[in-house]
T-cell receptor, first 115, second 112 residues
Framework: SAVISQKPSRDICQRGTSLTIQCQVD?????MFWYRQQPGQSLTLIAT?????????ESGFVIDKFPISRPNLTFSTLTVSNMSPEDSSIYLC????????????FGPGTRLTVT | SQELEQSPQSLIVQEGKNLTINCTSS?????LYWYKQKYGEGLIFLMM?????EEKSHEKITAKLDEKKQQSSLHITASQPSHAGIYLC????????????FGPGTSLSVIP
């Protein structure tokens, strides 16, 4: 398994501002993922962030709105830009454990409220 | 319609009872994940199934994958209040496992 931490755990932000969420893993992983969970909803994949390459975004998500950095094998950031109340969600990072098991583990999430 | 459906949507059971949650995909499954989520928290990995007919158990939770039906079932034996939460299935739709979609979740309450 992997121990994954996220910062901040929660935040309340004003519309029009940006927030950067950090995801730290206790071991080196190739694949990291960012998900969004809107209130009362299931998870939606935002993008896949592999070290050394540009993030791959899912349909409906764009780099200008959700820029992602992946500077090394244990860390990634997701920025939510120019926020609106519709961005209020839990944002979760996950990692795929190397070794061929394809198991994915999730961080505790960042609860974002935009006012 | 949803690519991944779960049934039932919610479940209330008496402590000690057995229960089953189903997850059905409309697309080819390459792998199936089961997670548990407590309200407002992250996801706890339960197990992952890759091959048709594969069955895994962890404590009192057993999951099975029926590749032909593109369906997985999660069975809890002798439920306890600690089993309460939202159970989410996630399906890997690519052989690279880099795209996992999630079902809507099943909310489980266990009454002491």
């Amino acid at each position: 398994s992997a121990v994954i931490s996220q910062k901040p755990s929660r935040d309340i932000c004003q519309r029009g501002t940006s927030l950067t969420i950090q995801c730290q893993v206790d071991s080196q992983v190739t694949m990291m993922f960012w998900y969004r969970q809107q209130p009362g909803q299931s998870l939606t994949l935002i993008a896949t962030a592999n070290q050394g390459s540009e993030a791959t975004y899912e349909s409906g998500f764009v780099i200008d709105k959700f820029p992602i950095s992946r500077p090394n094998l244990t860390f990634s950031t997701l920025t939510v830009s120019n926020m609106s109340p519709e961005d209020s969600s839990i944002y979760l990072c996950s990692v795929e454990i190397p070794g061929g098991s394809y198991e994915q583990y999730f961080g505790p999430g960042t609860r974002l409220t935009v006012t | 319609s949803q690519e991944l459906e779960q049934s039932p949507q919610s479940l209330i059971v008496q402590e000690g009872k057995n229960l089953t949650i189903n997850c059905t995909s409309s697309k080819t499954l390459y792998g199936l994940y089961w997670y548990k989520q407590k309200y407002g928290e992250g996801l706890i990995f339960l197990m992952m199934l890759q091959k048709g007919g594969e069955e895994k158990s962890h404590e009192k939770i057993t999951a099975k994958l029926d590749e032909k039906k593109q369906q997985s079932s999660l069975h809890i034996t002798a439920s306890q209040p600690s089993h309460a939460g939202i159970y989410l299935c996630g399906a890997a739709l690519k052989t690279s496992y880099d795209k996992v979609i999630f079902g809507p979740g099943t909310s489980l309450s266990v009454i002491p």
